[in-house]
């Protein structure tokens, strides 16, 4: 079972940038396509921006211009980076290998 570490978020202020990383354990990271996910307070879990194994991209329209995702093979981790942050992208944010396990999640608030 592939395990999953996230970490980076934090409390920003509206405006600010924040960085995700996400590290795999095992031997299979390179291979799957990973995806970030977010669940605010009373709302789904949704989907904020995927990458495949060979580094295509999409991302939740809310996020587009403003949300990075990428990854390094070498060190089994994946990225997301957040830009102009508001308060609305507050939420627990977890990383996924798609179609397997997930992270234990991690907090990041947008507040003044």
């Known amino acids: 079972q592939v395990q999953l570490v996230e970490s980076g978020g934090g409390l920003v202020q509206p405006g600010g940038s924040l960085r995700l990383s996400c590290v795999a354990s095992?031997?299979?990271?390179?291979?799957?396509?990973m995806g970030w996910y977010r669940q605010a307070p009373g709302k789904q879990r949704e989907l904020v921006a995927a990458i495949t194994s060979g580094g295509s991209t999409n991302y939740a329209d809310s996020v587009k211009g403003r949300f990075t995702i990428s990854r390094d093979n070498a060190k089994n981790t994946v990225y997301l980076q957040m830009n102009s942050l508001k308060p609305e992208d507050t939420a627990v944010y977890y990383c996924?290998?798609?179609?397997?396990?997930w992270g234990q999640g991690t907090q990041v608030t947008v507040s003044s």
């Open positions: 095992g031997s299979i990271f390179s291979s799957k396509s």
């Open positions: 996924k290998i798609l179609g397997g396990s």
